[in-house]
């Protein structure tokens, strides 16, 4: 058979895109599933109304900052959805609802004000809180003394690596970098240092062992990490540090937009 | 018959062929022939003009019924030859013995020989080889050969090298002579681990111990030069995406080309194609006369099994959709792709949902969905202030949306 051919009027890339709005977004709601489960689990009830604390709290902060003017995008769209399933994986972490509210906002200001990269610099706040809260309540805890070194050479390493190439890196790098000093500042000599060396070892991992894995896996891990993030956060009740955690990068993501690390990088603006 | 086979073989010749010339800059091309005029297998049906140009020649015997203004399946709006085919004799080229004394040419000779027999170097785009190689840029005294094919279905340039790894190297060696340079460096993506070994071994009997071959990550887009380079060599870590992106790099295609107009005197009239898709009969690499049409083409594999979604030229996540099944094949084509319908669906647009995947799969770590918004908003100096003018399109951002925002149209408005 020879093609007739009405065609063909695409643009690239002409693969048809196989992931699609509903399956990203029932993945988002089946992580948020598994942890409303495991806050259930560790605080009862108070766990599902934290939850609705956290919705609410999204909502009202979303329309006051449109209010304000720091909406990065002209029309509603299902980015408050989205990233609310995302600040209610934070749940399980908190007991109190204000400090949930508190927090909340905090994270919708950081979302809108850095322009909607939020995403990408919270990813590694996630995974150092993670490492850290694994730190916080096993037996490693009392290696925290020692993890200067390792910190130091993980964090040099990942510079070495990726720093000087990518923008996305470096707001990351400049993130870290700047709430471990806070932290250090705040909570003592083994905060920062253990900051950094779980927020290195967990860039790159995520960068070089799991890259070659599949959308599907990296999202999979991305769960796994964020239950036991929130698991070990709520045995480990680090409010105070987690709402630091929020304002700190609410104030660091729009520093971002200001300065605008996308020219620094290329040397063009 | 499948894409791994390795014996690329010939269509039977087409009853019309639309040879491509390009008139102006670089390539400084002017025809030759005439409306009527009989023409003759391997003779020039264009000349060179001035210095840089590179003449045409005719991949079959037949007679000029016109020249034309047409569009290649590649995109490239041209004059060309039409030729009504001699298809009961069409010629074909004869090596009369394999010339071993290019060892021994000069550099000036190798590049003069290169171009008259009209070597174009195809890469991402067409330039005379014979000028690149006498006025490129190379870095470290090293000459760089793209061998990585990222592109989901194509396989012209690693069957190549399977099938011909001697030759790929000796015309890397040729080119590397002619550019006057120290070393070269065939990099190839590691998913082609076997072609990898093959090359390796052959250097290994030649004792051709400053050709390196080394293996770079399997992952789209890697044949960019934009993503190879800073790979091979960190000083080119420092230069802008968009700069390395235009980066002329040769490709099998070319050092092939090369290698046979040098060893064989033949001249650039053909090139390896990979023609495939699930629509396609039999998929396969086959050797395409430059102008013939994308139907004649799809009857070197027996045709469709039924009708295609989109004809593409090129690989599906970078390539041009054919307008036309007469529009002719040309030096670019390394690819004829017959998608189905169901694998090109247009998916309603949605909404921006956040995800981030775009940024995350982007290679030069843009925000396209930042870009895109910008973009939708006309918002031309915010767009140019996240980069948007560094994008390679390469079309991964666009791919993995879950919202299907036309993300490389919007990004590339915002230039």
Redesign the interface.
């Known amino acids: 058979?020879?093609?007739?051919?009405a065609?063909?009027?695409?643009?690239?890339?002409?693969?048809?895109?196989e992931?699609?709005?509903v399956?990203?977004?029932a993945r988002q709601l089946g992580a948020l599933l598994i942890l409303l489960l495991a806050s259930f689990w560790m605080q009862g009830l108070a766990g599902l109304l934290l939850f609705a604390v956290v919705l609410v709290t999204a909502f009202a902060g979303e329309i006051i900052l449109r209010f304000l003017g720091f909406s990065?995008?002209?029309?509603?769209?299902?980015?408050l959805?989205?990233?609310t399933v995302l600040l209610a994986l934070f749940v399980p972490a908190l007991t109190s609802p204000a400090l949930i509210a508190a927090s909340t906002f905090a994270m919708t200001f950081f979302?809108r004000a850095s322009?909607?990269?939020g995403?990408?610099v919270l990813?590694p706040v996630c995974l150092a809180l993670a490492f850290l809260s694994v730190l916080g309540v096993t037996p490693a805890y009392a290696l925290q003394g020692m993890t200067m070194i390792p910190s130091a050479i993980l964090f040099a390493l990942w510079a070495a690596l990726r720093f000087?190439?990518?923008?996305?890196?470096a707001e990351r790098f400049i993130c870290v970098l700047i709430l471990a000093v806070l932290l250090t500042l705040l909570h003592g000599m083994p905060m920062g240092p253990a900051f950094l060396w779980a927020a290195a070892a967990g860039e790159i991992l995520f960068d070089y062992a799991l890259a070659?894995l599949s959308?599907a896996a990296r999202m999979g891990y991305r769960v796994f990490v964020l239950i036991l993030f929130a698991l070990f956060l709520a045995a480990a009740r680090a409010e105070e540090a987690l709402l630091f955690t929020g304002l700190t990068a609410g104030f660091i993501g729009a520093w971002i937009e200001k300065r605008?690390l996308?020219?620094r990088v290329?040397?063009?603006? | 018959m499948s894409l791994g086979t390795w014996t690329l073989k010939r269509p039977a010749p087409p009853e019309v062929l639309r040879v491509p010339v390009y008139g102006d800059a670089p390539f400084y091309q002017e025809v030759k022939v005439l409306p009527g005029q009989a023409v003759s297998f391997g003779m020039k049906l264009a000349e060179p003009r001035g210095a840089m140009g590179v003449p045409v020649y005719c991949p079959a015997n037949g007679t000029v019924n016109g020249i034309i203004k047409t569009r290649t399946v590649s995109g490239e709006n041209v004059f060309a030859v039409e030729i009504q085919v001699d298809r009961k004799n069409a010629g074909a080229f004869l090596a009369s013995g394999e010339s071993s004394d290019w060892a021994d040419i000069s550099a000036e000779r190798l590049r003069a020989q290169i171009k008259e027999k009209g070597v174009l170097l195809c890469g991402r785009q067409l330039r005379p080889l014979a000028g690149y190689l006498e006025k490129g840029t190379f870095h470290a005294k090293t000459l760089i050969i793209n061998a990585c094919e990222s592109e989901p279905y194509v396989t012209a340039g690693e069957v190549l090298l399977l099938a011909h790894p001697l030759e790929i190297i000796k015309g890397v060696e040729i080119l590397r002579r002619a550019a006057g340079l120290e070393k070269a460096l065939i990099a190839v993506g590691a998913n082609a681990e076997q072609a990898v070994e093959v090359l390796k071994s052959k250097i290994y009997f030649l004792k051709w111990n400053h050709i390196e071959v080394r293996a770079f990550p399997a992952r789209y887009p890697q044949d960019d030069p934009a993503v190879l380079l800073p790979l091979v060599d960190p000083f080119f870590s420092d230069i802008e995406p968009r700069v390395l992106h235009d980066w002329p790099l040769p490709d099998i295609a070319t050092v092939y080309a090369a290698y046979e107009a040098i060893v064989f005197g033949k001249p650039f009239f053909e090139r390896a194609v990979t023609i495939t898709g699930e629509c396609v009969v039999q998929p396969q690499n086959v050797w395409l006369p430059f102008g013939i049409g994308t139907m004649d083409a799809l009857k070197a594999c027996k045709g469709v099994l039924r009708e295609p979604g989109r004809m593409l030229a090129g690989g599906p996540m970078r390539g041009i959709a054919i307008q036309n099944m007469e529009q002719p094949v040309s030096a670019m084509t390394d690819a004829l792709i017959a998608l189905p319908k169901e694998w090109t669906a247009e998916s309603a647009e949605a909404d921006c949902i956040r995800c981030g995947e775009c940024a995350e799969v982007c290679p030069v770590d843009l925000s396209p969905a930042l870009i895109a918004a910008a973009s939708k908003r006309q918002d031309w100096a915010g767009a140019r202030e996240l980069n948007a003018q560094q994008c390679l399109g390469c079309g991964n951002c666009a791919y993995v949306c879950p919202s299907h925002l036309p993300l490389v149209d919007l990004i590339q408005k915002g230039f």
């Open positions: 058979m020879q093609p007739t051919i065609f063909n009027q695409g643009a690239a890339p002409h693969l048809k895109n992931i699609s709005f399956s990203m977004l990065a995008v002209p029309k509603w769209d299902l980015a959805i989205h990233q979302y322009g909607g990269r995403a990408y990813q000087p190439r990518t923008r996305v890196e070659p959308s605008n996308n020219g290329y040397g063009k603006a």
